[in-house]
């Protein structure tokens, strides 16, 4: 069983940064993908960025929106995953979730990829 907590959010100025954490519990973090998704009001939950191991290769994913913006990567020795997120937009509002993948049966950006989800965390951002 994994357990995922959120932190770092909050209300940021345009242009502004914030650094999201995810604090994993278990045995296997260094195993799992990990992903950041969003939902904004009224919005279907939508990927942000994910970050997988394999065949020695870490590999990167972004949603086009965030791209050159966010940029995520993890910690296996504190069992966190970030993302750091800079010149946040108004459009960036959203609660951001941390989910985790532990049998890569799916594409990272899909939201069916994860078996595991944090509570959220919610990032405002002013204009």
């Known amino acids: 069983q994994v357990q995922l907590v959120e932190s770092g959010g909050g209300l940021v100025q345009a242009g502004g940064s914030l650094r999201l954490s995810c604090a994993a519990s278990g045995p296997t973090f260094s195993n799992l993908a990990m992903g950041w998704f969003r939902q904004a009001p009224g919005k279907e939950r939508e990927f942000v960025a994910a970050i997988r191991q394999g065949g020695g290769a870490t590999y990167y994913y972004y949603a086009d929106s965030v791209k050159g913006r966010f940029t995520i990567s993890r910690d296996k020795a504190k069992n966190t995953v970030y993302l750091q997120m800079n010149s946040l937009e108004p459009v960036d509002t959203a609660v951001y979730y941390c989910?985790?993948?532990?049998?890569?049966?799916?594409?990272?950006?899909?939201?069916?990829?994860?078996?595991?989800w944090g509570q959220g965390t919610q990032v405002t951002v002013s204009s």
């Open positions: 989910a985790a993948d532990s049998d890569y049966s799916a594409d990272p950006r899909l939201i069916i990829a994860y078996d595991y």
